[in-house]
């Protein structure tokens, strides 16, 4: 398949329920990455928080890799670099503003000295390896995003990024669609396309209409304004300071994540115009009413400062009576739970919460089915591949070129896609698969550790320990101990020790030698004594002590 000519594009994920983005195209025997992101788990796997993609189809292939080109500094566009670099090792490819949040992630890492990384000025054309390529700026709620044009010996491919169409945007350049028009008369083989929003019908709203309801809004509250949004949206950020000054209101940032937006954001010449932020600390000797801040914990993050606040449990900042809070955000399918108790937590303290569905104060920053048809009527690609979203997302993206005699072509994480000047077909499979990040480890979704904690979770584990001699014989009386299924004074547990130290008193002889086949008669020997009576299968070992 590796003529020198020949293309390919293969997701290795991004189209399912948890967007992580990793895309990869070949032409010839060269390999080019696109984004590397993390995904938020939702409450079907309550034991892993981060996951990663798995990249070890590429990763067999590194020598190959000619590079990693990220569209913009979105955590589920760039946030599994810093963690997967190592196992890529390719050069890096990204805008001033996704290299300042790049480099800071990193840095913590203790990655910043090997990864090599080049920056492109938005809307320019570079190369990577034998890959022909330029950046398109297009809006999207994170300055300086970028969609992929390839030039490649097949013909045109477009990889939009995440996009939409904003012809105020506030922060930024809008979507360039000259440069999309251009290259439709030229004539593009084949768009790789964001689909997460384009189920919403009729064009976008506009950033200009959340800052005019904003400024309206805050003008008419008193007391202390809270507003949490997330930490990327430059133009929000912007939106907010310029509410708060017209309001007589001095901003200050609560939360980590934001306070190293802002410096990478006036790092890369955004927020000149509105003054340097206050600290936490400084906001307490502001009064009430000339106080705006922003906060993290927009999807009810459990260690995020809105959390803490709603609970009263943040060192610095507490709001209650007569205080407002402002959610200028969606609310990510899978948080809802979490969001709506941070939110009945400050009614409770008689907070006035404010979201959405009350005001305009938050537009999505995807392309709605208005933009997608707008775009495709443009470009007018011969194939269109619908990426980023669920199946259903999928599906209506396909719909939508369909009805525009463009040729939808789905695709599974995993699939190759040959792209050739005279038609498409999936060729191979790659190996695909989810990675957790567990503390600062990456351990596999479904390797021992993880499986063994997912059965500790919902069955709790018991643990027996017992000392013998050098023949073998129990010394002292055995402990069972069943952390998240028993206390210890249960008298359950008092009959279960019981138990194994009887069953331990039976294990024959010839067992007690070697500590492998003891252990392995002990594990036996517990579960025994377990019985049924909890009606449990939990995790269950043993710790021999010989003395
Ligand atoms: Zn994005």
Redesign the pocket.
């Known amino acids: 398949m590796n003529d020198i000519t020949g293309v390919s594009f293969l997701p290795l994920g991004g189209t399912g329920e948890i967007g992580m983005n990793l895309n990869l195209y070949r032409q010839g025997e060269a390999w080019l990455a696109v984004d590397c992101g993390i995904g938020f788990s939702g409450n079907d796997t309550p034991e892993a928080e981060i996951l990663l993609p798995d990249p070890v189809f590429i990763a067999e292939r590194k020598k190959a890799l000619a590079g990693l080109v990220v569209t913009?500094a979105?955590e589920?566009?760039l946030g599994a670099i810093a963690h997967l670099w190592p196992q890529l090792g390719c050069p890096v490819y990204v805008t001033p503003f996704a290299a300042a949040v790049l480099r800071r992630k990193l840095g913590e890492a203790q990655l910043l000295q090997q990864v090599p990384i080049h920056v492109v000025a938005p809307g320019s054309a570079f190369t990577v390896g034998p890959f022909d390529l330029r950046f398109i700026s297009v809006t999207?709620?994170?300055p300086e995003s970028q969609s992929l044009v390839l030039r490649t010996p097949q013909g045109i491919i477009i990889h939009t990024g995440?996009w939409k169409i904003d012809p105020d945007p506030q922060v930024g350049p809008p979507t360039d669609l000259e440069t999309f028009a251009a290259l439709g008369r030229e004539g593009v083989l084949a768009m790789v396309c964001d689909s997460t929003n384009v189920r919403t019908e009729g064009p976008s709203a506009s950033e200009a209409d959340v800052r005019r309801e904003m400024t309206r809004l805050i003008a008419s509250l008193e007391g202390r304004i809270a507003v949490t949004c997330f930490a990327s949206n430059v133009a929000r950020v912007e939106t907010l300071a310029k509410a708060a000054q017209a309001a007589g209101r001095k901003v200050a940032v609560v939360g980590r994540s934001l306070r190293n937006l802002e410096v990478a954001a006036r790092e890369c010449g955004y927020l000149s115009d509105v003054p340097q932020f206050l600290s936490e600390q400084e906001a307490n000797s502001v009064h009430d009413d000339q106080i705006l801040l922003i906060v993290t914990g927009s999807q009810g993050e459990p260690r995020s400062a809105l959390s803490r606040i709603a609970s009263d449990t943040h060192p610095n900042i507490s709001l209650g009576e007569n205080d407002t809070v402002i959610y200028s955000s969606r609310m990510i399918p899978g948080n809802e739970q979490a969001v709506i108790q941070v939110q009945d937590n400050l009614t409770r303290r008689g907070v006035q919460v404010i979201t959405d569905k009350d005001h305009l104060v938050h537009v999505s920053?995807h392309a709605t089915g208005g933009d997608v048809r707008k775009l495709y009527d443009l470009v007018r690609p011969r194939y269109l591949i619908p990426v980023h979203g669920e199946w259903r997302h999928l599906t209506a993206n396909a719909a939508i070129a369909q009805e525009l005699d463009i040729e939808p072509v789905l695709l599974e994480d995993g699939d190759i896609l040959d792209i050739r000047a005279n038609g498409v077909e999936v060729g191979d499979t790659a190996p695909t698969g989810r990675l957790v990040l567990d503390g600062g480890r990456i351990l596999p979704m479904n390797g021992g550790v993880l499986s063994a904690r997912r059965r500790m979770l919902f069955n709790g584990m018991v643990l027996g320990s017992f000392a013998v001699d050098d023949e073998g014989y129990l010394i002292g009386d055995p402990k069972v101990s069943a952390p998240g299924l028993l206390d210890m004074e249960d008298p359950e547990t008092l009959r279960i020790t019981e138990e194994f130290g009887n069953a331990l008193d039976e294990i024959p002889d010839e067992l007690r030698v070697n500590d492998a086949t003891f252990r392995e008669a002990a594990k036996t020997a517990l579960r025994r004594a377990l019985g049924r009576k909890l009606q449990k299968r939990p995790l269950v070992d043993v710790h021999l002590l010989r003395v």
């Open positions: 913009h979105h589920d566009h999207h709620s994170v995440d920053g």
